[in-house]
């Protein structure tokens, strides 16, 4: 960094904290889609879609890198050739010196992330996810250490991310005892001697942390543990406090402080998301009362039974189908409010440029070109029924 300014990697590993790969969904495409690792930052454009007019405008602010959310190369390709919609903008980009980097559903599922930037863009407080991170079970570790190593085993462990219990960080519970062990041919033991029995006090330390961390907490016992073999237990945990109003995962749970109409909470959603051509549109008795608000920026269909589930009132997500809406309200709601893609993912792109200009030091602009691809329409206006 002679230049005083962030390497593409520096970025990365930035946005790699804030919005974790591992958070991604197992079928996305996340990560650098093209850019060279050393090349320096100094501008940054974020954006929904990198479509063309996305592409100009980042080429025409002088972009070193463009941080989009919906991954360009999701589906396989064979071919980026230049006479190709994806290969031209590739080009243009590799070109013009301007890297791409996508940050999708584990953008989503993060917090605070796109999800919690949509709640917040609505003025509500972004609760519990919808759909949390995981199977719902935690691990829980065990692990036998020497009393004067409990300080830095912990230390070791809570830096991996374990010992997070909703909204509570640091979490262990330890109790005294006495390990026993024989060195056998061939060992380096740190205490006692081979073909020796041996006795320690020892402390047995417990902590939770989640399942798709058990490799990472893993490296982090054995590096801070004094001994050749560490003693640790790794038990599936069904028994999870729950999703945490702090806790990962696709969705939010919001509850409004003083409950509106259907009417009134669309009328919201219209007013704060940016505008697109055809609005905000919502299913079910407008005068109906909402109290608990669920959401998900972007093709949200899949967590309706999630919604429902939480005892929703309403459910608002975008790409909503005739059939899927009927079958859901008829099976009992919640109401629904169907907004353009865009406009629900929108929001996050200033929630990532901030990220940028506080912590990598970059130029952080958000590329305001509407990306809702409907351009014209005719018809609407009836009133509700
Ligand atoms: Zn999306």
């Not at 029995?197 to 939770?208: A, I, K, L």
């Not at 590096?223 to 237990?233: G, I, K, L, N, Q």
């Not at 093709?299 to 005892?311: F, K, M, P, Q, V």
Request: proline residues 8%; hydrophobic residues 40%.
């Amino acid at each position: 960094m002679s230049s005083g300014r962030p390497t593409l990697a520096d970025v990365i590993d930035l946005l790699e904290r804030a919005y974790p790969p591992r958070l991604a969904e197992s079928w996305d495409r996340v990560g650098l889609v093209a850019g060279d690792p050393a090349a320096v930052i100094g501008t940054v454009v974020v954006a929904v879609d990198a479509t063309d007019a996305v592409v100009d405008h980042a080429l025409g602010a002088g972009a070193d890198l463009l941080l989009v959310h919906h991954p360009p190369l999701l589906k396989a390709v064979h071919s980026v050739a230049a006479d190709t919609p994806k290969g031209r903008m590739l080009h243009r980009l590799i070109e013009g010196g301007c890297a791409l980097y996508s940050a999708h559903t584990n953008a989503d599922a993060a917090r605070p992330g796109v999800n919690d930037a949509l709640a917040e863009t609505l003025g509500l407080t972004p609760g519990p996810p919808l759909s949390p991170t995981g199977d719902g079970t935690v691990d829980r570790w065990v692990v036998t250490v020497p009393h004067d190593d409990v300080e830095d085993l912990l230390h070791a462990v809570f830096a991996a991310g374990a010992g997070r219990m909703s909204g509570y960080t640091e979490c262990s519970f330890s109790v005294p005892g006495t390990g026993r062990f024989r060195p056998g041919d061939g060992t380096d033991p740190a205490l006692g001697t081979v073909g020796e029995p041996e006795s320690v006090s020892e402390t047995r330390v417990e902590f939770v942390a989640p399942p798709e961390l058990r490799s990472a907490v893993r490296r982090a016992v054995t590096a801070a543990h004094p001994y050749e073999v560490p003693a640790m237990d790794v038990l599936v945990n069904h028994a999870g406090p729950g999703p945490g109003p702090e806790d990962t995962g696709l969705g939010r749970i919001c509850e409004l402080e003083h409950p509106m109409t259907l009417a009134e909470f669309t009328e919201l959603v219209g007013s704060r998301l940016p505008e697109t051509l055809w609005g905000v549109r919502a299913a079910g008795d407008p005068q109906a009362e909402i109290r608990r608000v669920a959401l998900c920026g972007g093709s949200g269909d899949s967590l309706l039974g999630a919604a429902r589930a939480a005892g929703a009132d309403v459910y608002l997500t975008g790409d909503l189908r005739h059939h899927v809406v009927d079958e859901h309200l008829r099976g009992g709601g919640p109401m629904l409010v169907d907004a353009a893609h865009w406009a629900l993912e929108f929001p996050w792109c200033a929630q990532a440029a901030a990220l940028l200009e506080e912590q990598a030091g970059v130029t952080a602009t958000v590329c305001a070109l509407r990306t809702d691809p409907w351009t014209a329409a005719s018809g609407g206006g009836v009133r509700g029924r």
